[in-house]
């Protein structure tokens, strides 16, 4: 979830980029408590490192009170939690809504955009969903029906989505999403070795990024001024320019 201090958890190795073109890298010693890295959070001079099946939702500079979303459970579903202190100051997640049937075979990853009123899902056939957040108030004022199961007692945290687009282009499971900062696009990586770029604001496909990388990326996103895009699969680091042209790439030591 973070920076953890239990002395048992396992060692993470990551690495932060000071200079994508160059590839010039420095060590961040991190632990992540769900396995393998999957998310790096950094923001007000804090490193945090997410692992497993969950994302988000803003701010994810500091998640240890925040709000996720987790995949994978048996049921395909998606849950959202929220972190709460008890009186004891005990951290504890409650479950607030449960979301079913999202994408036909299951979730593989999910994404919020930076303001968090926009989820993207994508599925195990390839397919992006881009979905409308709302909470219990918002449909309030809408005068839209419930469409979640949730056992919260607090209806502000009560959450529903809308399907705005399912989008299609890959032909393997979606293994990586991002909604950069600015832009208003959509990053996508699938098992197929192909990243994507996705147009959020008229919801459809403006380019391919990258093909045949050696397997799906755990990881693609933009950089802050637009002008490149960088992928990760496997120890394989990619780093392409907003058209497609490629710059540079490093294998990493495992």
């Not at 240890?64 to 008890?86: I, K, N, P, Y």
């Not at 005068?143 to 949730?150: D, F, R, T, V």
């Not at 496909?205 to 990760?232: H, K, Y």
């Amino acid at each position: 979830r973070g920076p953890a201090s239990d002395a048992g958890a396992p060692r993470t190795r990551v690495r932060l980029c000071v200079d994508p073109c160059a590839l010039e890298t420095e060590r961040a010693p991190a632990a992540c408590k769900d396995g393998g890295v999957r998310d790096v959070l950094h923001g007000d001079g804090k490193l945090a490192v997410v692992g497993g099946a969950r994302t988000y939702a803003p701010p994810r500079s500091a998640p240890a009170l925040g709000e996720a979303v987790t995949w994978g459970h048996g049921d395909s579903a998606v849950r959202f939690l929220v972190s709460e202190r008890t009186t004891l100051q005990r951290e504890v997640e409650r479950q607030v809504a449960v979301l079913e049937g999202l994408h036909e075979d299951g979730v593989t990853v999910a994404a919020f955009s930076p303001d968090g009123s926009i989820l993207v899902t994508g599925g195990a056939q390839g397919d992006l969903c881009v979905w409308r957040v709302e909470t219990s108030a918002d449909r309030s004022a809408k005068g839209l029906a419930s469409q979640i199961k949730s056992n919260s007692v607090n209806p502000r945290l009560d959450r529903s989505i809308s399907l705005m687009r399912r989008l299609c282009a890959h032909k393997g499971p979606i293994t990586s999403l991002a909604v950069p900062q600015v832009h208003g696009v959509v990053v996508s990586g699938a098992g197929d070795g192909t990243v994507i770029l996705w147009d959020l604001q008229r919801l459809r496909f403006s380019r391919e990024l990258m093909r045949g990388l050696p397997e799906g990326p755990c990881s693609a996103d933009l950089s802050d001024s637009g002008s490149t895009a960088v992928a990760c699969a496997g120890t394989d680091l990619w780093v392409v320019s907003i058209n497609g042209a490629w710059l540079a790439g490093v294998r990493l030591d495992t």
